[in-house]
């Protein structure tokens, strides 16, 4: 079972940009495509970006053209720079496995949360 730590969060201004990371527990051999959601207090999870194993990029219309996300599978780590923050960005933010492709087989669903890292954007 994969496990993943996120980091980078905290407080910031409106206007400002944070980077979050997310360290996935060592795995020499399979990659990984992975995303971000984000959670406020009495709402549902929202996606937020994800890569896919090509490295395919996708985002929600709500961040799209601020937060960059990308991935460094030499350091199993994942990352969502987030540029011109928002009041209405304030979140817990998660990453998350989608799936998984190991030598040897065909790509998978593989599917595992990070405990998330707080975000907050003051005005």
């Known amino acids: 079972q994969v496990q993943l730590v996120e980091s980078g969060g905290g407080s910031v201004q409106a206007g400002g940009s944070l980077r979050l990371s997310c360290a996935r527990s060592?795995?020499?051999?399979?990659?990984?495509?992975m995303s971000w959601y984000r959670q406020t207090p009495g709402k549902e999870r929202e996606f937020v970006s994800a890569i896919d194993l090509v490295g395919s990029t996708t985002y929600a219309n709500s961040v799209k053209g601020r937060f960059t996300i990308s991935q460094d599978n030499a350091k199993d780590t994942l990352y969502l720079q987030m540029n011109t923050l928002k009041p209405e960005d304030t979140a817990m933010y998660y990453c998350?496995?989608?799936?998984?492709?190991?030598?040897?087989?065909?790509?998978?669903?593989?599917?595992?949360w990070g405990q998330g890292t707080q975000v907050t954007v003051s005005s």
């Open positions: 060592r795995d020499i051999y399979c990659t990984y495509a």
């Open positions: 998350k496995t989608d799936r998984r492709r190991c030598p040897g087989r065909s790509p998978y669903e593989y599917n595992y």
